[in-house]
């Protein structure tokens, strides 16, 4: 049987960012927020045509 070390989530979190791996939502900008939602008010307006995913559904 092999050890396992256990360690609190905020070391967990530390040691993550330490090596850069912080894959948590990033925060948006003032700018990015507002491109965003000008962006959905014109799909839900239909001057912009709707998100498509990789197959083009």
């Given amino acids: 049987m092999s050890f396992v070390q ?3 989530p905020s070391v967990v ?5 330490k090596e850069g791996e912080d894959d948590g939502p990033q925060k948006k900008s003032r700018e990015d927020y507002k491109k965003m939602k000008e962006l959905e008010e014109a ?3 239909g001057t912009v045509p709707a998100m498509q995913d990789e197959e083009g559904k």
């Fill in 6 to 8: 256990n360690l609190p």
């Fill in 13 to 17: 979190a530390k040691q993550a960012r």
């Fill in 43 to 45: 799909r839900k307006a």
